[in-house]
């Protein structure tokens, strides 16, 4: 009960702009909207909940104890092939992934729903594996992170431009409620065991160079598809909800997608279990059970997500456009975009698990509640740009350089343990909810701009995604500047 409670209260200041905006801003014209909204909304905090009781007896355990034991394969070749393939699997688990896929799909048909998860969960776990071997090889993250981008910002010089907002995207939805402890707890036992400096500063970094690889496979993903296409393909229409579809029906149909995303990681648990970590049965037992409501909390959520938020994100995206409505009123998303951000941030559980992670290693100097509401502020931020950018049809490519060119250059002042957490923090922003709502709203909004301008206006796919790619980048300045002034304060 109390995490249902938690869960409630933190998912209060999304309710009430909701609420406000369909009540008293733009009432909706048909009354079953405020069925799916109710429905949406009950079956998403419930979800969640059970999702995150599910975590918390059967995936956070999971990833804990291969932490532990994954080095004694001793050979580290092995240890770095396991890390990959967990970090694939505890990534197609993701119900941030899921949601992205089905809005990818939504909008272009030729994309495969699970060909696109296990490709940005290929990308994750080849960095993964890359990030166990710095650890172990001592390799300066700084310079790894450096590398990285540079080689990243290149790439997209042979990309076509509608797979670059999505890219960005995919990498900051890979890394969530699953995935995050899942590659923390591998990162900090290959860490506490194998790493040359055996201190705290390896353990922050991991999510952070994980999250680089979905942004390659996807932008491999899209070279491919246009290249057997002969070209992009055409942009469909973002309908989020199935129109008037039964919620059972919008259940029944994510039921297989939640058993390929839940099921793979305990085929390669159990060899595990039953080779290497040889949990007691009664331990073993409490992990396969709760692996019950982390199916049935991730079917309710996504389905939820499905039948009624994200047709709230759209409608809100679009309404303050409305042709019939002043043009100064469009500009009222700012403020909504930004409380929306701070929000859904609060409620993010990856965030939660990053907090505490943060406030053990500084032996309680910075508490959880202070990187949280860094990470809100800044995504708050990130949300008001990526609106801006949506409504004036900008290239996102001005924004995103700026912002990865600030973050770089602050690695410089940055003390290494913040390095590494500010990276992993815009790794773990980009969680279910941001996917659930704002990208939703975000492609909403460039529907209703596409709409206005007419033939010239930049596609939904170009314009629309994008906004993850904000949440991601801002949180890389707002903690290396909660790093620059902790070590300022402490020195002084």
């Not at 999505?166 to 194998?194: E, H, K, N, R």
């Not at 949990?279 to 073993?284: K, V």
């Not at 609060?346 to 698990?353: D, G, I, R, S």
């Amino acid at each position: 009960m109390q995490v249902l409670k938690d869960t409630f209260i933190m998912s209060l200041p999304l309710a009430a702009v909701i609420a406000v905006v369909v009540l008293f801003v733009a009432p909706l014209d048909d009354p079953f909207g405020y069925v799916r909204l109710t429905v949406g909304y009950i079956g998403v905090v419930l979800g969640q909940s059970l999702f995150l009781i599910g975590l918390n007896k059967s995936i956070l355990p999971i990833g804990e104890v291969m932490g532990r034991n994954l080095v004694k394969l001793k050979k580290f070749v092995w240890i770095v092939f396991f890390g990959l393939v967990f970090g694939l699997l505890a990534t197609v688990a993701e119900p941030a992934l899921a949601v992205l896929a089905r809005q990818t799909h939504m909008l272009i048909e030729e994309v495969h729903e699970t060909l696109f998860i296990w490709t940005m969960g290929a990308g994750i776990g080849v960095f993964v594996g890359f990030a166990l071997w710095r650890i172990v090889k001592d390799v300066s993250i700084k310079a790894v992170f450096a590398v990285s981008y540079a080689a990243l910002f290149l790439t997209l010089l042979f990309v076509p431009e509608e797979f670059i907002a999505l890219a960005f995207d995919g990498s900051g939805a890979t890394t969530g409620d699953i995935s995050v402890p899942f590659i923390l707890a591998l990162g900090l036992g290959v860490s506490a065991t194998l790493s040359k400096r055996r201190n705290n500063d390896d353990v922050f970094g991991i999510i952070g160079i994980a999250s680089v690889g979905p942004i390659f496979t996807v932008l491999l993903y899209g070279m491919v598809l246009s290249r057997i296409h002969g070209g992009v393909p055409a942009v469909g229409v973002y309908d989020p909800g199935g129109g008037e579809s039964a919620f059972l029906a919008v259940v029944a149909g994510n039921v297989g997608n939640i058993m390929l995303a839940v099921l793979p990681m305990l085929a390669v648990f159990l060899p595990f279990q039953l080779f290497l970590i040889k949990l007691p049965p009664r331990e073993l037992r409490r992990i396969l059970v709760g692996i019950v409501p982390v199916f049935a909390g991730l079917l309710l959520f996504l389905s939820a997500i499905d039948f009624g938020f994200a047709f709230a994100g759209k409608y809100i995206g679009e309404v303050f456009l409305d042709a019939g409505r002043p043009p100064w009123f469009r500009w009222i998303l700012l403020p909504i975009s930004f409380v929306l951000g701070a929000a859904i941030t609060l409620t993010e559980p990856a965030v939660t698990v990053l907090g505490e992670q943060l406030n053990n290693i500084t032996n309680g100097r910075i508490k959880p509640m202070t990187i949280r509401l860094t990470l809100a502020a800044g995504i708050g931020v990130a949300a008001v740009l990526a609106v801006v950018k949506i409504i004036t049809q900008a290239d996102i490519m001005l924004f995103l350089v700026p912002l990865y060119a600030a973050a770089v250059i602050m690695m410089k002042y940055t003390p290494r343990l913040f390095v590494g957490l500010a990276f992993d923090s815009g790794g773990v922003t980009g969680g279910a909810l941001t996917s659930a709502l704002l990208t939703p709203l975000a492609l909403g909004i460039a529907q209703a701009v596409a709409a206005e301008a007419g033939p010239g206006a930049q596609s939904v796919l170009t314009n629309g995604f994008g906004i993850i790619a904000f949440i991601s980048v801002t949180p890389l300045i707002a903690v290396q500047i909660l790093g620059i002034y902790a070590s300022r304060r402490t020195t002084s």
